[in-house]
């Protein structure tokens, strides 16, 4: 099923695509192609053993440090209105927690910022591109670890209470309903799960190019994986 999703732009387009917002706010920070370059060669030289493992986390604290969050500006742009910012605040914490706490509980990667719109008029997350499921994440090349993306970016647009404020309530109540609905969830689930033509079409072995996808598209957050900021 195929659908255009109307007023929405992707993660990377407000943080690091043309006219980016880290550019028109933080001008001076390091560049993402910068940070994306320096977490690759380290990456790299780890690899080759010409660097020891704890190189990848000394270089990924330098680029924190020199890469800002800036995704609250996205609010403060759109919404002036004390009362306008403060609602599409509370949509946008409870959209990261839903998604987050639903998509954990089916496995769903390739989270990269290209596949997470934000809806321009709502400010809730939409989760696009849902083709690798059930942790078939785990089988590519780089293996995706984290249950579900909540980097730096994303966290700066919850606010000052950060993860302890709404998010953590809502996606401890998106747990209850599932946990209450898990009869039927469970149904719907493996409908997927015993479909072999499903499972191959998930196998990363059998499309060579996504198990490159996450590699190639544009990043942001603070998670470890090369170039996200």
């Given amino acids: 099923v195929l659908q255009w999703v109307d007023d929405s732009m992707p993660l990377s387009a407000y943080l690091t ?15 993402h192609s ?21 190189a990848r986390l000394d270089v990924y604290r330098e680029v924190m440090s020199k890469l800002r969050p800036v995704f609250h500006h996205f609010f403060l742009e759109r919404w002036q209105a004390p009362s306008a ?39 809730e997350l939409v989760n696009i591109d849902l083709g690798i499921a ?7 090349k ?5 249950p579900f993306r909540l980097t730096r970016d994303i966290e700066d647009g919850l ?25 039927a969830l469970i149904t719907i689930l493996e409908v997927f799960v015993r479909n072999p033509l499903y499972k191959w079409a998930l196998d990363p072995a059998s499309d060579p190019t996504r198990a490159t996808a996450a590699a190639v598209a544009p990043q942001s957050g603070g998670a470890p994986a090369p170039a996200q900021q």
């Fill in 17 to 31: 695509g043309p006219n980016s917002a880290h550019d028109r706010y933080r001008p001076l920070d390091l560049s």
């Fill in 34 to 54: 910068k940070a994306r370059k320096m977490m690759m060669d380290v990456h790299k030289h780890v690899a080759e053993k010409t660097k020891p493992p704890q």
């Fill in 85 to 123: 910012w403060f609602s599409h605040r509370l949509a946008y914490a409870s959209s990261v927690a839903a998604g987050s706490m639903i998509g954990f509980v089916v496995g769903l990667g390739d989270r990269h910022s290209s596949n997470i719109l934000i809806d321009t008029r709502s400010a």
């Fill in 134 to 140: 059930f942790d078939q994440g785990r089988l590519l």
């Fill in 142 to 146: 780089t293996p995706e670890c984290v």
């Fill in 159 to 183: 606010g000052v209470s950060g993860v302890d404020g709404v998010l953590r309530g809502a996606a401890e109540h998106t747990m209850r309903v599932l946990r209450a609905n898990s009869a």
